[in-house]
């Protein structure tokens, strides 16, 4: 056989991959640079199949990047900028150090800056493809807009997120695209659809932040400058899609509203603009006036291949879904000063319905507290002194519990003081197998059209009430059984005494029929014959079945674990109620 | 003491030679003794008796120094001037120190100016004053240049103006900082992927949250006292949440979460830190791994459950064997005796005490013929149990009788004993003495031959007896590893020999090897072969059964791991498609080994039963498996001292 000696780690997978630090030689960037250059252009390292053909025989841990990407990072222009931007600091700080003014003011003025548009565009070539990868823009854009106007990050960079954020929530009110909402202990999830394509975000809860030590506040701000690049352009076309104006105006008639309740003495329009937008409070301009005739109703095509059956559900999907838009059209809110004002404002206008607060609170509020058509009134604490006759006082908890059932619950549960029903997050969706917590148990069947509730309730009072009888019987049993043991113990007595007189070792007993159960034989056959079948499988089959059912059983141990737990804690809670009442009885 | 020890000091002046204040002293000779060599390392001349030139160009010899340690030490303590007396390097001489001398030398050491009378503190006087004089230091009237417009200056502004006129040179704009936006996808592409490649892996995206997270979540949610414990002490990272599940009565208790912003920078670092990998999830139904096989129900008859236990022994039962009528069973134990049973009864018929512990016990497979090997110790015996029909044990003993030894004696590597008359009324017939001890014996299909192991390292490991002609011998030249276990072919003229890790086959007739199995186990146990002869299993001490076809390959056709500790014996059924293989964790497995005429088809194992009942003793469960020669039933004897029937 002829030819040159093939040479190990010329060719495959050795050549596809670069490491870290020869992808910067070969970039000649420092390593902080490097990183922002991966963090703008989303380049990520990559886990090699094969890491020790990779790592060219050595198993030293190592991270590796794809050599094409790195060869894209080569004519990225903004690697010229951040070369350009390394020359300006060290003009600037010559020019410092020989005090020389007029050169440090010509140099600021001309401080090399760069786009991202392109990169954007780069990374996200359709728009879908931007929607997809929003939740992290979101959550980071939100955050960042909580940060205090001092120290930690620019000014701009946090007035700039401040003002994509309140955009964005204002597309999700004109579009009512908001699905879902839920309260965790680290702050509030919205999840929205839109064009199709569910977008989640976190807002954490105002208060002001306790700043960690151990973040490196510069890879953030790195990822916030693209975020906020992406945003814009996304709002943009959000805006556009619904014929809105961007960058956003306040609808001409509300703004005429606004202007008297908020006069002079507040703050100049240009600066009061960005807040007015943020109170949520009204309606955005359109290009084009929009006419309640343009809703056209949409033709609908058969789809092949679909039964009548799927189309049905498909409507019906439909019909709910625009049920579920409207839900809170036609109430009206007024949010008391304690509960969270943004977050429930957003929530309230996003499915349709008006809210307001008091003046003094924010700007933009629209009716007063005594407007005797509020409906329902927002209130978070023990007990409400004066209350109006004609409206619900109820928990924050009721709007978001409501949004996340597709209905408008009963109020009951939720008047202030009571005892609140669990919040559940509506992110679950349980598979067959998995623990079901019995009150996502009572609001499915509610949105079926049941009313569990009623009954239930009957029938805890009624299996309390069986319960009360039960104890006074088991009472009076216990005495009885305690007569008849004794006279067992007796007879047995006796029986020993006449026995030892007897005094025969060999007895003979009856024997007892003994009765095979035939499903149970069954039962045990057929699991015999699959622990025989196992011991044939092949080693890696073996090992992958025994992983998947590990995995089973752990799952179904869980959902065992919680079901227990839930039912230990009912009959603690029944019990500590039947103390109360017996106490109260006495 | 100091200036013995730091002799340089005087030397400041080396380059004159000799300073005015160190000219020599009015006592020494008056001849001039300057030293010409210049500023140099005055060790160069270390070596020489002289130390220098003089002017002259004459040797500057140095002074003779013969004083020892103890010299140098009395005029230590005797010379008053010793402490200032120095020595000049370039001359080599003594040289005493004047006062003024010592005084300079003080003054310096103290960092103070070498002249007594310098005042370092003179008033100082300054040239010009902050009075004015009336009158000027100098008188130049000033120059024209001063008061008249400068050109140079004239030519740059009207540069700057000419160019400002034309535009050249525009005001600078206040930069505006607000970005723009504009509708960046107004021309996508689908198809574009501008750069990236296939490999792109997007990022997951985060997880959303479960009811636990909730601010108010169901009870069975909240964590115990003791899962919060154990919640502590678990690293982070081990954590499956990452924060406790807290429940508060109302919005308004809720306080804010303190590792916020820490998770979102986490997550930022997963972003562009953390390597990614597509990783194709299984998704299998865990019912369609399990192979299809007949249902044991079909294969029937087999041995299903345990009919009869056979008690006597004191010890662990090695070997079993049994007659091939299937009516009586030999069996040897440690307790150094063996004994023969009624298969049907259970009953003990005899007991034969040997005197050694019994390794293996065959019983002669000729019908007509009635007669055990025993392996005691080192020798083996034959032994005539007298049980069943009078007429064939007692032929038996006439075919051992006409016996005519050979006229001349032959070399023999046993010895062939005939039992003494007292061993003659037990039943023992020969005694076949090796120079070692035998593990194992096995006999030939027709009865005549026998095969003995011995363990042993050289090549005498294997013997093949003949009990007619009471004749042995060695068919190995060279020894191959350490037998484990000999076996005859049960139709044609093979022999198997199981090494620790290899099976070897041997053609007696052509007296030549003719294959070699690799076992893929560490340590082969036992072994045996199907009733066709084609197929041979393997028990092996790592827990492993290997199946060899030896038509197919001389690897395992397939490796059963059905026990999970070592395997002691293995075994075949003479007429059912049944193996069975008994293991050191108490259990018999019986498989299902149809072997098909069609040389196409392969054969078919699948296990049928799991037979447990032997107790665990001193961590060993089932030390021999046998099989009934006409019925399927099974027979395991264990460390127990029991030997079971299943049928």
Redesign the interface.
């Known amino acids: 056989m002829g030819g040159l000696e093939k040479k190990k780690y010329e060719r495959g997978s050795a050549t596809n991959y670069i490491t870290r630090n020869r992808a910067r030689k070969k970039l000649q960037l420092s390593l902080p640079d490097f990183r922002r250059l991966c963090i703008l252009k989303g380049i990520y390292p990559h886990e090699p199949k094969h890491k020790k053909k990779v790592n060219k025989g050595s198993t030293a841990a190592r991270t590796f990047y794809l050599l094409k990407d790195i060869k894209f990072l080569l004519h990225e222009p903004i690697v010229n900028k951040f070369r350009e931007y390394k020359v300006f600091v060290r003009k600037l700080r010559k020019a410092y150090g020989k005090s020389e003014w007029s050169t440090v003011d010509r140099l600021k003025d001309n401080k090399p800056s760069y786009k991202l548009d392109h990169i954007v565009k780069e990374r996200y070539p359709t728009f879908v493809d931007a929607l997809r990868d929003l939740d992290d823009a979101l959550s980071m854009c939100f955050l960042f807009s909580t940060f205090p106007r001092t120290g930690k990050c620019h000014v701009q960079t946090i007035q700039l997120c401040r003002r994509l954020a309140v955009e964005f929530l204002n597309y999700i009110i004109a579009s009512r695209s908001l699905r879902k909402v839920f309260l965790s202990i680290k702050g509030i999830y919205y999840q929205a659809e839109v064009l199709g394509q569910p977008v989640t975000w976190i807002t954490p809860y105002t208060f002001a932040h306790d700043h960690p030590t151990d973040v490196d506040y510069r890879v953030m701000a790195t990822f916030t400058e693209f975020y906020t690049t992406l945003l814009g352009f996304v709002n943009f076309r959000l805006y556009h899609s619904l014929n809105l104006l961007y960058p956003p105006k306040i609808d001409g008639q509300a703004d005429v509203e606004l202007k008297p309740a908020e006069g002079k003495e507040y703050a100049m329009d240009s600066e009061s603009y960005l807040e007015k937008l943020s109170a949520l409070s009204a309606s955005l301009a359109r290009v084009v006036a929009p006419t309640h005739e343009d809703e056209v109703e949409m033709d609908e095509f058969p789809v092949e291949g679909e039964t009548a059956e799927q189309m049905d559900a498909r409507k019906k999907e439909q019909e709910a879904l625009e049920k579920h838009k409207k839900l809170f059209e036609g109430l009206r809110f007024f949010l008391n000063r304690e509960v969270p004002r943004e977050p429930l404002a957003f929530i309230i206008r996003c499915f349709g319905g008006q809210v307001s607060w008091d003046k003094s609170l924010c700007i933009g509020a629209t009716y007063d507290v005594s407007d005797p058509s509020i409906t329902h009134q927002i209130v978070d604490r023990p007990r409400v002194e004066q209350q109006v006759v004609g409206r619900y006082y109820l928990q924050p908890q009721w709007v978001f519990d409501s949004v996340n059932a597709k209905l408008c619950l009963p109020v009951v549960d939720y008047f202030p003081g009571v005892l609140l029903p669990p919040h559940l997050s509506p992110f679950v969706t349980e598979q067959e197998g998995d623990y079901v917590p019995p009150e996502k148990l009572k609001l499915l069947a509610m949105q079926r059209g049941e009313n569990p509730d009623e009954e239930s309730e009957e029938e805890e009072e009624e299996e309390e009430e069986e319960e009360d009888e039960n104890d006074k019987e088991e009472e009076e049993e216990e005495e009885d059984e305690s007569e008849k043991e004794e006279e067992m113990k007796l007879k047995k007595m006796e029986e020993q005494k006449t026995q030892s007189n007897k005094a025969l070792p060999v007895k003979v007993t009856a024997g007892k029929l003994r009765l095979e159960d035939k499903q149970r034989l069954e039962q045990e056959q057929q699991s015999e014959e699959k622990r025989l079948a196992i011991m044939m499988m092949k080693k890696r089959e073996k090992y992958l079945y025994k992983k998947i059912m590990f995995g089973k059983k752990r799952k179904v141990r869980e959902a065992n674990k919680l079901a227990a737990k839930r039912k230990a804690h009912d009959t603690a809670v029944k019990e500590e109620k039947k103390k109360s009442k017996k106490a109260r009885r006495a | 003491s100091f200036f013995t020890t730091s002799p340089r000091h005087p030397g400041v002046h080396l380059l004159e030679t000799v300073s005015p204040a160190l000219t020599p002293l009015p006592s020494a000779p008056l001849q001039d003794i300057r030293n010409t060599v210049g500023n140099i390392p005055m060790e160069w001349y270390q070596d020489f008796p002289h130390i220098g030139y003089n002017l002259e160009g004459k040797k500057i010899y140095k002074p003779i120094r013969n004083k020892d340690e103890l010299d140098m030490f009395l005029e230590k303590m005797e010379n008053p001037d010793y402490w200032r007396t120095v020595q000049d390097k370039m001359t080599g001489a003594d040289i005493k120190l004047t006062d003024e001398q010592v005084d300079l030398v003080h003054r310096l050491q103290k960092g103070q100016f070498g002249d007594v009378h310098f005042n370092p503190y003179e008033p100082a006087v300054d040239f010009f004053t902050h009075e004015v004089m009336i009158h000027p230091v100098t008188n130049r009237p000033a120059d024209k240049r001063s008061f008249i417009p400068s050109l140079i200056e004239k030519e740059k502004v009207s540069k700057l103006v000419h160019a400002i006129k034309m535009g050249w040179i525009k005001p600078?704009k206040p930069?505006d900082?607000t970005?723009t936006?504009?509708?960046?996808?107004a021309h996508?592409?689908?198809n574009?992927?501008?750069?990236?490649?296939k490999?792109h892996?997007?990022?997951p995206?985060?997880k959303?949250?479960?009811?636990e997270?909730?601010?108010?979540?169901?009870?069975?949610?909240l964590l115990?006292e003791e899962e919060k414990l154990a919640w502590e002490q678990q690293e982070p990272a081990e954590r499956k949440l990452n924060?406790v599940?807290?429940q508060?009565?109302?919005?308004?208790a809720?306080?804010?979460?303190?590792?916020?912003?820490?998770?979102?920078?986490e997550?930022?670092?997963d972003?562009?830190?953390?390597?990614?990998?597509r990783k194709m999830r299984?998704n299998?139904d865990?019912e369609d791994?399990?192979?299809k096989?007949p249902?044991?129900?079909d294969l029937q008859p087999f041995p299903t459950t345990q009919a009869l236990v056979y008690r006597g022994h004191t010890s662990l039962v090695r070997c079993l064997s049994i007659s091939p009528s299937g009516q009586w069973l030999v069996s040897g134990s440690d307790d150094c005796t063996v004994r023969f049973w009624e298969v049907c009864t259970a009953r003990c018929m005899k007991t034969l005490p040997v005197g050694g512990v019994v390794k293996s016990v065959a019983w002669n497979p000729n019908p007509t013929i009635c007669l055990v090997a025993i392996c005691v110790d080192q020798s083996v015996l034959l032994v005539n149990p007298c049980l069943g029909d009078k007429l064939l044990y007692g032929a038996t003993d006439q075919l051992l009788e006409s016996y005519v030894a050979p006229e001349e004696e032959r070399v023999q590597p046993v010895q062939w004993v005939t039992a003494t008359m007292e061993e003659h009324s037990k039943g023992v017939r020969l005694v076949v003495q090796h120079s070692k001890a035998v593990k194992q014996v096995t006999w030939h299909g027709k009865g005549d031959y026998f095969a003995s192991v011995v363990s042993d390292n050289s090549n005498m490991q294997v013997l093949i007896h003949q009990t007619s002609k009471r004749w042995s011998q060695n068919p190995f030249r060279k020894s191959k590893g350490l037998v484990q276990c000999v076996l005859f072919h049960p139709i044609r003229p093979y022999f198997f020999v199981a090494t620790q890790r290899y099976v070897r086959v041997y053609n007696l007739l052509k007296q030549e090897l003719t294959k070699k199995l690799m076992t893929n186990c560490k340590w082969v146990s036992s072994m045996a072969i199907h009733p066709g002869g084609d197929n041979i299993i393997c028990g092996s001490y790592d827990s492993k059964l290997a199946w060899f076809d030896l038509d197919l390959s001389t690897r395992p056709y397939q490796l059963?791991?059905?026990h999970k500790k070592a395997l002691r014996s293995v075994a075949f059924h003479k007429h059912y498609p049944l193996f069975a293989s008994g293991s050191d964790d108490g259990t018999v497995?019986v498989c299902h080994g149809m072997v098909y005429n069609d040389l196409l088809q392969n054969p078919l194992?699948?296990?049928?039963?799991?037979l447990k009942g032997h107790a665990m003793t001193l961590d060993l469960g089932v030390l021999d498996v046998l099989f009934h020669p006409t019925q399927p039933w099974v027979f395991s004897s264990g460390a127990d001292g029991t030997i079971r029937l299943y049928t």
């Open positions: 600078r930069k900082d970005p936006y504009y509708d960046l996808w996508e592409d689908p574009s992927i501008l750069g990236r490649h490999m892996v997007p990022a995206k985060m959303l949250p479960g009811h997270e909730s601010y108010n979540p169901p009870p069975e949610y115990s924060f599940p807290q508060y009565r109302c919005l308004r809720v306080p804010a979460y303190s590792r916020f912003i820490h998770e979102r920078f997550r930022c670092l972003l562009y830190l953390c390597p990614r990998q299984v299998v865990p791994l399990i192979p096989l249902k044991p129900r059963l791991r059905h497995i194992l699948v296990p049928v039963k799991v």
